[in-house]
């Protein structure tokens, strides 16, 4: 895209994620200890192989809630302008994806494939979905406010002050 063009559209899209650093933190301690007590219940009573899955259970946890807190660092940053909609995608890892599209020929579906629908961005035969991780209200969301930016580059609006109250600019 180039940079004389300012785009007329721009989300930034992240995946939503309800706990921060210190939240999981706070949760795998009290995991931790709750699963402490339990283990030394079942020991003392003897059942010692409530033991062995109580040990393996936190690491787990651990290794999962890892795992979500990488893939809150994924996003999308979508950028219309007249010339084209660029869409640059960020993984988990950091590693980049850009895609441009010429807006000329763009077409923006929401696709209901199988239960969740896709935005889809097309144009000349090349497609790409956007908004992938997004829940399916903030795709049709994403997808109405696409559609009227795309609407609004395709006809614009000109307002002439002289044709509004021609009789102000009379001599």
Do not use: C
């Not at 049709?140 to 307002?159: E, K, T, Y």
């Amino acid at each position: 895209m180039s940079t004389t063009q300012a785009p007329v559209f721009e989300a930034f899209i992240v995946p939503h994620r309800s706990l921060t650093r210190k939240g999981v933190l706070v949760v795998v301690g009290v995991l931790a200890v709750l699963t402490a007590a339990m283990a030394l219940r079942f020991w003392l009573i003897g059942a010692w192989p409530v033991v062995v899955f109580s040990v393996v259970e936190v690491p787990l946890v651990v290794l999962l809630l890892t795992i979500n807190l990488r893939r809150a660092h994924a996003s999308e940053l979508i950028m219309l302008s007249a010339q084209a909609v660029t869409v640059v995608r960020t993984d988990p890892t950091g590693r980049r994806q850009q895609a441009s599209l010429p807006s000329a020929w763009l077409r923006v579906d929401l696709d209901p494939g199988r239960g969740m629908p896709r935005v889809m961005l097309s144009s000349r035969g090349r497609g790409w979905e956007v908004g992938g991780f997004l829940h399916e209200a903030e795709k049709r969301s994403l997808f109405a406010a696409l559609s009227d930016a795309l609407h609004g580059l395709r006809n614009p609006r000109f307002d002439n002050p002289q044709l509004r109250d021609p009789d102000a600019y009379r001599e």
